[in-house]
């Protein structure tokens, strides 16, 4: 990024943008971002060649191209244009007792997971601080005009967010310190990049971890969620482990089931095993595979995600299945691609399931 975006500047660098104006100037400005979630010519508090300046001085880093809107109006994915071009897309998803943002840290992801379209087109480049704040800032002025305030965030978009850990932690401050919300509130996914977790149990604000594990033994792993051949999971259980003692918080344990791969009793089993030796403190959050264009495998039908839900509870683990939003503008999990042409074919068939 060449150019200082809205969110990017700090309180620092906003009061030298406006040096020579009276010093409440930046707390109006700063009201106007982070409680308003106005635009400059909005500021009417402010002069109006000042509110000009500003919005020449300090740009949106994030361009619309398209906003979606389910059947219902509970979903809105929205596409952004970065600067050099590269597009990303966040999902604003209401619910009756809270609204939820899911932002993206990268522009595409390198993890390879062929199941999800974002990791079927490729990595682009990371998310600036700014990029992944305005987000929020965006999605949270939308809920707005319906008369909703965003409560969560969730970093489940596009990307890998522990491999642009330090731009997603400049971000969880500010959602946290400036917009407000509660760290309990904020929760980072990862397909399991040990050194980030390791990394989050060290930061200061108890966030919530979820990790896409998706398979419980190594041999369907590696497959389904490539980046498992550099941290396998016994070596991710113990890092969850060490987490849990360092934060005492629930981790959750993101399953997307695929037919006839990781759905059978004996994944069940499996899955229950590890989550066990994490006990109490682990969930499992059962995802009915959304479909992709790249990836020919079918989900789960929902009424064996409910019967594989009560046999990890029948052994001992706690689960629950999550509601889909917005599959039908391609906005559920697994389903954000920009707007870009995924690899087609790459796996034509799905992974076998293992024995």
């Not at 620092?12 to 930046?26: F, H, K, M, N, S």
């Not at 330090?166 to 040990?194: K, P």
């Not at 033994?217 to 051949?229: A, G, H």
Request: aromatic content about 6%.
């Amino acid at each position: 990024m060449t150019t200082l975006t809205r969110y990017d500047v700090t309180r620092e660098q906003l009061a030298e943008v406006l040096d020579g104006t009276p010093r409440y100037r930046v707390d109006q400005v700063w009201s106007g971002l982070y409680e308003q979630f106005t635009e400059p010519d909005e500021w009417t508090n402010l002069p109006k060649a000042l509110r000009a300046d500003l919005a020449r001085r300090l740009p949106n880093a994030l361009t619309p191209v398209t906003e979606t809107v389910s059947g219902n109006g509970d979903t809105v994915k929205f596409l952004w244009e970065l600067e050099g071009g590269s597009r990303v897309e966040t999902v604003l998803m209401l619910y009756a007792d809270r609204a939820t943002v899911c932002i993206s840290s990268q522009a595409g992801c390198a993890m390879g997971c062929g199941f999800c379209a974002t990791g079927q087109a490729g990595f682009t480049r990371h998310l600036t601080t700014g990029e992944i704040v305005e987000q929020v800032a965006r999605a949270s002025a939308r809920a707005r005009q319906a008369g909703r305030r965003v409560s969560n965030v969730v970093y489940m978009g596009m990307g890998e967010p522990m491999a642009n850990e330090q731009s997603v932690w400049q971000s969880v401050e500010r959602i946290h310190g400036e917009i407000g919300l509660s760290a309990r509130h904020i929760t980072i996914s990862t397909v399991g990049l040990i050194p980030g977790i390791r990394k989050l149990a060290e930061r200061p604000l108890p966030v919530n971890l979820a990790v896409s594990l998706h398979a419980a033994n190594d041999s369907l792993r590696d497959e389904l969620v490539p980046i498992n051949k550099r941290y396998p999971i016994d070596d991710l259980i113990e890092a969850c482990s060490d987490y849990l003692s360092a934060r005492n918080r629930r981790i959750s344990f993101e399953w997307a089931m695929i037919e006839g791969v990781n759905d059978r009793n004996s994944d069940a089993a499996e899955l229950a095993a590890l989550c066990r030796r994490l006990r109490p403190r682990a969930h499992v959050n059962l995802i009915p595979l959304n479909p992709t264009p790249g990836y020919a495998t079918r989900g789960t039908s929902l009424k064996r995600v409910h019967e594989f839900r009560d046999l990890l509870e029948s052994l001992g683990a706690n689960a629950t299945v999550r509601q889909n939003r917005g599959t039908e503008i391609d906005a559920a999990c697994g389903q954000l691609a920009a707007g870009q042409p995924v690899t087609l074919g790459r796996k034509p068939s799905g992974p076998k399931a293992s024995t």
